[in-house]
Structures are given as structure tokens and as C-alpha cells.
């Protein structure tokens, strides 16, 4: 079974600091992993996904096989980025993602 | 360009009561629909997904149950809700094939 853990329910950092979110997942074979955000009053969207390759609003993240994780880190946290994130796994041949339990992330000014 | 219309946006309903939650889509054909419950810690919950109309995968044992009467119309119901049925539901649809999820905007349900 794919399981996805997000350790941190809530991260609190102060502008122009890194942040990173993390997540672990587990699964045997190829997963295709996806972060997702919820801004304050808004729709939950995508932000980024590994096959992608991109970075998104300052943000990246790498897809790490060897310890399973796939971290979403930026060097310079903004007040902005100030919301709910969560990572979430689709295996290969199942297009429903799984969803980690969610990080709260708060940038302080 | 895609919608996906969800609603009610609130819902105050007591115990027992039925619940109809209704979601639809715009701009697609033959989508992946899905009902997630959004609980604070405990992250998305997939409850239900379908892959064509009357066509309905259960992710969980519940109170719930789902239907897709139409291609583009997904309903979450339930006869009598219980208070462990309060929580945020969101309604969501992709392409056949693509895991890239958009969701609706959300109904939050509390049960008196």
C-alpha cells in the first residue's frame, strides 16, 4: 500500500529564511509525486510535480528514491507563501493520489 | 476553459438529517470525479472516485455514499448523517489517465 507522511503539522519560519516541508513516502515501485497548496480563502491547486522538474513560485523539490522523500524547500521564505501544503503519491497505473495529512506552513514578516 | 462548481459552500444540518452535496463539472468529457473530507491533521481523505457514470469506488467504509447520475454531476449523500460526519468535503476531477487533481472550492458540513 502507498503511504505518504508529512512529519510536520505545522512549520513557522520569519521572512527571507529557508523553509523546507517535508515528505516521506512508501511505495515499492515508481511513484509519481505532487505538492499541493491551499492559500488562505482559496481552492486547493497543484504546485508543483516531480516529472515537471520545475520550480514553482521559488519552490522545488526533489524526488530522493534512496531515502523516499520528496521535500519541498525554498531559500527565501515570503509572507505570501504563508498556507497549507500538502504532498500527495500516485502510483504507476493508479492516477489517484494519495494525500499526506498536510503542513501548516506561517511566514512571519 | 474547465470549472468545477461545488456546493453548498456551507451546511449546518442536525443528527439524523439526510445530506445531498453536489458537485459539477464544465468544459470536459469523461471525467475522473472524487470526493475528499479535508479533517484539520488528519489531511485529504479520499471517500469516493468514479471513472464513469454509476460507476463508484468506495475508499472507505461510512455513512456515505456517492453517485454520478450524469458524466459531468457527482452527488455525496447520506441517509443520516452522524456528528463524526462534520468536517470540510471537497469535490475534485481530473483527466482519464492524469493524476493532477482540481478541486472545487469546498463545503463545509457541521452536525448539530
Redesign the interface.
Known amino acids: 500500500a502507498q503511504r505518504v507522511t ?1 512529519p510536520e ?1 505545522l512549520l513557522s519560519v520569519f521572512k527571507g529564511a529557508p523553509v523546507e516541508l517535508k515528505c516521506n513516502y512508501s511505495y515499492s515501485g515508481s511513484p ?1 509525486l ?1 505538492w ?1 497548496v491551499q492559500y488562505s480563502r482559496q ?4 504546485l508543483l ?1 516531480h516529472i515537471s522538474r520545475e520550480s514553482i513560485k521559488g519552490f522545488t523539490a526533489d524526488l530522493n528514491k534512496g531515502e523516499t522523500s520528496f521535500h519541498l524547500k525554498k531559500p527565501f521564505a515570503q509572507e505570501e507563501d504563508s498556507a497549507m501544503y ?1 504532498c500527495a503519491l ?1 502510483s504507476g497505473g493508479s ?8 503542513t501548516s506552513l506561517i511566514v512571519h514578516p | 476553459s474547465q470549472t468545477i462548481h461545488q456546493w453548498p459552500a456551507t451546511l449546518v444540518q442536525p443528527v439524523g438529517s439526510p445530506l445531498s452535496l453536489e458537485c459539477t463539472v464544465e468544459g470536459t468529457s469523461n471525467p ?1 470525479l ?1 470526493w ?1 473530507r479535508q479533517a484539520a ?6 471517500l469516493f ?1 468514479s471513472v464513469g457514470i454509476g460507476q463508484i469506488s468506495s475508499e472507505v467504509p461510512q455513512n456515505l455514499s456517492a453517485s454520478r447520475p450524469q458524466d459531468r454531476q457527482f452527488i455525496l449523500s447520506s441517509k443520516k448523517l452522524l456528528l463524526s460526519d462534520s468536517g470540510f468535503y ?1 469535490c475534485a476531477w ?1 483527466r ?11 463545503t463545509q458540513l457541521s452536525v448539530l
Open positions: 508529512q503539522k509519481e505532487f499541493y481552492r486547493l491547486q497543484l510535480r500538502y500516485a492516477y489517484i493520489p494519495t494525500f499526506g495529512r498536510g | 475522473n472524487y475528499y491533521g488528519r489531511g485529504l481523505q479520499l472516485y471537497l481530473s482519464r489517465g492524469a493524476e493532477k487533481l482540481f478541486f472545487g472550492s469546498g
